[in-house]
C-alpha cells in the first residue's frame, strides 16, 4: 500500500470522473514500495492534453511538455507533472525522443522506460501494475533494464549514469546483462551535456551506498573523469596506509556527511597523490605537496563538468588545505579562521576526519582526538569572538589615519601587521596598545 498524497489522489479522481484512466507512476512508485518518502508524484493518464485541459479547467495548469504531453497542474499551489500515455520514437542523437505518439495503452507507455523498477505503476482502486517485474527486481536488489539493455542505452545514453547513480543511491546491483551492455555502450556518454553527467555525479556521490557504487562501477566514472584512473591499484606503500589511493577515496566518501559539497571534496581530495608519489630507498612511499596536484586536477575536472564557481571555489579551498596536521592549539584555530572562514573550516574538519578514518585503524584514534581537540578550540574562538579576522581587531583604518598614517596600501600592510602579532598573542587586542604598535611598524 502506498499513502497516496490528498492533492495527488484528488487530480487522479478528477481524471477519472472524466472517464479517464489515470496512475502514479516511476520513481514515486518505486519509493513507495521501498518505504521511502517520494520527491515528486508523477501521474501518467490516458487523456491527452486537451482532454486534460478541459478536465482541469478549474485548475491552474501550465503547459511545461505540451508536445511530449505533459502538463502542470496546481493543486491549491503544489506542482504535479501530468503526462499522457506515450510511446517513443527514434532517438537520432541518444538523448530525446525525436518524436512522440500518445497512446491509451499503460503498458506501452511503461515499456519505453528505462529499468524494470522505474516501470510500475500504482493505482488506490486498481493497485500495482507492474508488467516487467519491478517489484520482484526490488525485493531481489536487481537493477534491470526494461527491454534489450544495449536498446534502451543507445537511445539514451544518460540511463548509463543513471543506473549507477541508483546503485549508489539503492544499494543494489546492476543485472548482469545490463552491466554488460553498460561497458559496451559506456562511449556514448559522450554525447551527454556535462551538466547532466555533473547531477548525476552529485546524486551518485550522495547515495548511501556510494562507496559500493564507486568500487563496482569505477571504469564507468573513469571514463568523464579520467583523471581518476591512475588511483585505481596504486600502492601507497606507506604504514598509515592500507588501502590503494581509490580504495582509501571511496571509504573517505562514505566517511563523511552525504552532502554534495563534502561528498566532492572527498572525492577528489587525494586525485593528486600518484602524480606525486615518491619512495624513498626503505621502499616507503611519500606524497610530498600532493594537495597542489589535486587542486590542479580538480579544477581541470569541475571546470569541465561546469559546476558552479562557489561550488568549485570551495572544493579547491579544502583540498588546498587538507595536509593541515590539527593541533589542539587556540593560535592554530585562529590562523585557520583567519585564513579560510568559518564555513570552509567546518568543512576541511569533515574532510580531515574522513581521510583519517579511511586510513589504517592502528593510527586512526590519536590523530581523530587530535582533530576533535582542534575543532573545540575553533569552537571556542568564535564563541568568545576572539580576533582572528581585520573585522574583529580594535582598531581600524580610520584610527591609522588619525595617526597620521597617509591613506593607501600602508594602512592595509599595518593593519594585517598587526592583526598576526594578536593572533600570536604577541599582542593583546585593546586599542592603546595596537595604535602603540602601529607607530612602531
Request: net charge negative; hydrophobic share 40%.
Given at each position: 500500500?502506498?499513502?497516496?498524497?490528498?492533492?495527488?489522489?484528488?487530480?487522479?479522481?478528477?481524471?477519472?470522473?472524466?472517464?479517464?484512466?489515470?496512475?502514479?507512476?516511476?520513481?514515486?512508485?518505486?519509493?513507495?514500495?521501498?518505504?521511502?518518502?517520494?520527491?515528486?508524484?508523477?501521474?501518467?493518464?490516458?487523456?491527452?492534453?486537451?482532454?486534460?485541459?478541459?478536465?482541469?479547467?478549474?485548475?491552474?495548469?501550465?503547459?511545461?511538455?505540451?508536445?511530449?504531453?505533459?502538463?502542470?497542474?496546481?493543486?491549491?499551489?503544489?506542482?504535479?507533472?501530468?503526462?499522457?500515455?506515450?510511446?517513443?520514437?527514434?532517438?537520432?542523437?541518444?538523448?530525446?525522443?525525436?518524436?512522440?505518439?500518445?497512446?491509451?495503452?499503460?503498458?506501452?507507455?511503461?515499456?519505453?522506460?528505462?529499468?524494470?523498477?522505474?516501470?510500475?505503476?500504482?493505482?488506490?482502486?486498481?493497485?500495482?501494475?507492474?508488467?516487467?517485474?519491478?517489484?520482484?527486481?526490488?525485493?531481489?536488489?536487481?537493477?534491470?533494464?526494461?527491454?534489450?539493455?544495449?536498446?534502451?542505452?543507445?537511445?539514451?545514453?544518460?540511463?548509463?549514469?543513471?543506473?549507477?547513480?541508483?546503485?549508489?543511491?539503492?544499494?543494489?546491483?546492476?543485472?548482469?546483462?545490463?552491466?554488460?551492455?553498460?561497458?559496451?555502450?559506456?562511449?556514448?556518454?559522450?554525447?551527454?551535456?556535462?551538466?547532466?553527467?555533473?547531477?548525476?555525479?552529485?546524486?551518485?556521490?550522495?547515495?548511501?551506498?556510494?562507496?559500493?557504487?564507486?568500487?563496482?562501477?569505477?571504469?564507468?566514472?573513469?571514463?568523464?573523469?579520467?583523471?581518476?584512473?591512475?588511483?585505481?591499484?596504486?600502492?601507497?606503500?606507506?604504514?598509515?596506509?592500507?588501502?590503494?589511493?581509490?580504495?582509501?577515496?571511496?571509504?573517505?566518501?562514505?566517511?563523511?556527511?552525504?552532502?554534495?559539497?563534502?561528498?566532492?571534496?572527498?572525492?577528489?581530495?587525494?586525485?593528486?597523490?600518484?602524480?606525486?608519489?615518491?619512495?624513498?630507498?626503505?621502499?616507503?612511499?611519500?606524497?610530498?605537496?600532493?594537495?597542489?596536484?589535486?587542486?590542479?586536477?580538480?579544477?581541470?575536472?569541475?571546470?569541465?563538468?561546469?559546476?558552479?564557481?562557489?561550488?568549485?571555489?570551495?572544493?579547491?579551498?579544502?583540498?588546498?588545505?587538507?595536509?593541515?596536521?590539527?593541533?589542539?592549539?587556540?593560535?592554530?584555530?585562529?590562523?585557520?579562521?583567519?585564513?579560510?572562514?568559518?564555513?570552509?573550516?567546518?568543512?576541511?574538519?569533515?574532510?580531515?576526519?574522513?581521510?583519517?578514518?579511511?586510513?589504517?585503524?592502528?593510527?586512526?584514534?590519536?590523530?581523530?582526538?587530535?582533530?576533535?581537540?582542534?575543532?573545540?578550540?575553533?569552537?571556542?574562538?568564535?564563541?568568545?569572538?576572539?580576533?582572528?579576522?581585520?573585522r574583529h581587531l580594535a582598531i581600524?583604518?580610520?584610527?591609522?589615519?588619525?595617526?597620521?598614517?597617509?591613506?593607501?596600501?600602508?594602512?592595509?600592510?599595518?593593519?594585517?601587521?598587526?592583526?598576526?602579532?594578536?593572533?600570536?598573542?604577541a599582542l593583546p587586542n585593546e586599542?592603546?596598545?595596537?595604535?602603540?604598535?602601529?607607530?612602531?611598524?
Amino acid at each position: 500500500m502506498i499513502r497516496l498524497p490528498e492533492k495527488a489522489a484528488l487530480l487522479i479522481s478528477q481524471l477519472v470522473s472524466h472517464g479517464h484512466e489515470a496512475f502514479i507512476v516511476g520513481g514515486c512508485v518505486r519509493d513507495g514500495l521501498l518505504g521511502r518518502a517520494p520527491n515528486d508524484w508523477d501521474i501518467c493518464t490516458s487523456a491527452s492534453p486537451e482532454e486534460m485541459k478541459r478536465c482541469f479547467s478549474n485548475f491552474r495548469v501550465i503547459e511545461t511538455g505540451l508536445k511530449h504531453g505533459t502538463l502542470t497542474v496546481l493543486a491549491e499551489g503544489e506542482p504535479f507533472e501530468i503526462t499522457t500515455y506515450r510511446i517513443d520514437g527514434e532517438y537520432s542523437d541518444s538523448r530525446h525522443p525525436d518524436q512522440v505518439l500518445f497512446t491509451s495503452d499503460l503498458r506501452e507507455d511503461l515499456s519505453r522506460r528505462d529499468f524494470t523498477i522505474n516501470a510500475m505503476a500504482w493505482h488506490p482502486q486498481t493497485g500495482l501494475v507492474d508488467p516487467f517485474g519491478g517489484a520482484r527486481d526490488l525485493k531481489r536488489g536487481s537493477i534491470r533494464c526494461v527491454g534489450k539493455p544495449e536498446k534502451r542505452f543507445r537511445e539514451d545514453a544518460l540511463r548509463i549514469m543513471r543506473a549507477v547513480r541508483f546503485a549508489g543511491q539503492l544499494g543494489f546491483r546492476v543485472d548482469a546483462e545490463t552491466e554488460r551492455a553498460l561497458y559496451q555502450c559506456c562511449p556514448l556518454l559522450d554525447k551527454i551535456a556535462a551538466e547532466r553527467m555533473r547531477m548525476e555525479l552529485d546524486k551518485l556521490l550522495c547515495g548511501a551506498a556510494a562507496e559500493k557504487a564507486l568500487r563496482d562501477y569505477r571504469e564507468i566514472i573513469a571514463h568523464f573523469i579520467p583523471e581518476i584512473r591512475p588511483m585505481f591499484g596504486l600502492d601507497q606503500k606507506n604504514r598509515h596506509h592500507i588501502y590503494t589511493v581509490w580504495e582509501h577515496t571511496i571509504r573517505a566518501v562514505s566517511q563523511i556527511p552525504g552532502k554534495p559539497v563534502l561528498r566532492l571534496c572527498a572525492f577528489f581530495h587525494d586525485i593528486g597523490k600518484p602524480g606525486s608519489m615518491t619512495v624513498d630507498e626503505d621502499g616507503c612511499g611519500h606524497f610530498y605537496q600532493h594537495e597542489i596536484l589535486s587542486e590542479e586536477l580538480t579544477e581541470q575536472a569541475m571546470k569541465r563538468l561546469k559546476y558552479d564557481n562557489d561550488t568549485r571555489e570551495t572544493v579547491l579551498a579544502v583540498i588546498r588545505s587538507h595536509s593541515i596536521v590539527f593541533r589542539p592549539d587556540r593560535k592554530q584555530a585562529r590562523k585557520l579562521l583567519g585564513k579560510l572562514g568559518e564555513e570552509r573550516l567546518r568543512l576541511l574538519i569533515e574532510l580531515e576526519l574522513a581521510d583519517v578514518k579511511s586510513q589504517n585503524p592502528l593510527y586512526r584514534e590519536e590523530r581523530v582526538a587530535n582533530i576533535s581537540a582542534f575543532r573545540e578550540k575553533m569552537e571556542e574562538a568564535l564563541a568568545e569572538e576572539q580576533c582572528f579576522s581585520l573585522r574583529h581587531l580594535a582598531i581600524n583604518g580610520k584610527d591609522l589615519l588619525c595617526l597620521g598614517i597617509p591613506q593607501g596600501p600602508e594602512i592595509g600592510r599595518i593593519l594585517n601587521v598587526l592583526l598576526e602579532q594578536v593572533v600570536e598573542e604577541a599582542l593583546p587586542n585593546e586599542p592603546d596598545a595596537l595604535r602603540e604598535a602601529a607607530r612602531k611598524v
